[in-house]
């Protein structure tokens, strides 16, 4: 069965630290991914996408993620972290099958930067 | 960006009453708008794709009867959750596209439904 696994439910970190959180899907054909952000009491808002080409991409705020076709991974980092950072990121993937919008998240990650 | 709204933000209903939730696209048309669902501390799970003019597609094992949808205009679908009943209880977002930002999923802040 098609699946977006995230693999931190919850973490929790200091300003200045480096961010990695991981998301590995489980599709047979071609996907787009997504990361979204939901900061507290917020909207779910894009923070960055990949649909081919150059397997690192450059998001908002900072955040690259790096897709790995061979491990089916889609990590997403950011160097140094803000306590701004603090929020749930959910990875989420789109197969190109599938009508256009059409996303599968993974359960998601919170994040909680201290200051 | 785009902007989505949903209304009402909560509701509270007792079982068996129906709840209408709408999701308004406002400064841009959609023709398709998407229906999640999350319980806590889990993920959305994509309920129904709403289309405009036509009939919403909706995913398996999600009761169409019970979760009506009607996308009348090209900013407005609405989600009808019928009959409700405690299990129903859950936080309800939809998103829409943009074609303006190569179709850009926007995201509204979702509503809390809670049965009692």
């Known amino acids: 069965a098609q699946s977006v696994s995230q693999h931190n439910h919850h973490v929790i970190l200091s300003e200045a630290a480096s961010l990695e959180l991981g998301c590995n899907y489980s599709?047979?054909?071609?996907?787009?991914l997504f990361w979204y952000v939901q900061y507290p009491g917020q909207h779910l808002q894009l923070l960055l996408k990949?649909?081919?080409?150059?397997?690192l991409v450059k998001g908002i705020k900072g955040f690259e993620a790096e897709f790995i076709k061979s491990k089916f991974s889609f990590n997403l980092r950011k160097p140094s972290v803000q306590w701004s950072d603090t929020a749930e990121y959910f990875c989420?993937?789109?197969?190109?099958?599938?009508?256009?919008?059409?996303?599968?998240f993974g359960a998601g990650t919170q994040v909680v930067v201290t200051p | 960006g785009a902007v989505v709204s949903q209304h009402p933000s909560w509701v509270i209903c007792k079982s068996g009453t129906s709840v209408k939730i709408e999701c308004r696209s406002l400064?841009?048309?959609?023709?398709?708008m998407f229906w999640y669902r999350q319980f806590p501390k889990q993920s959305l799970m994509l309920m129904a794709t709403?289309?405009?003019?036509?009939?919403?597609?909706?995913e398996q094992g999600v009761e169409k009867d019970k979760f009506l949808i009607n996308h009348a205009s090209l900013t407005l679908s609405t989600l009808t959750v019928t009959s409700a009943h405690p299990e129903d209880s859950s936080f309800y977002i939809c998103?829409?596209?943009?074609?303006?930002?190569?179709?850009?999923?926007?995201f509204g802040p979702g509503t809390r439904l809670t049965v009692t």
């Open positions: 998103s829409a596209p943009d074609r303006r930002s190569s179709y850009e999923q926007y």
């Open positions: 599709y047979g054909g071609t996907v787009n």
């Open positions: 990949y649909f081919s080409g150059d397997p």
């Open positions: 989420a993937v789109n197969a190109r099958g599938d009508s256009w919008g059409k996303l599968q």
């Open positions: 400064d841009f048309q959609a023709t398709t």
């Open positions: 709403s289309n405009e003019g036509s009939k919403a597609t909706y």
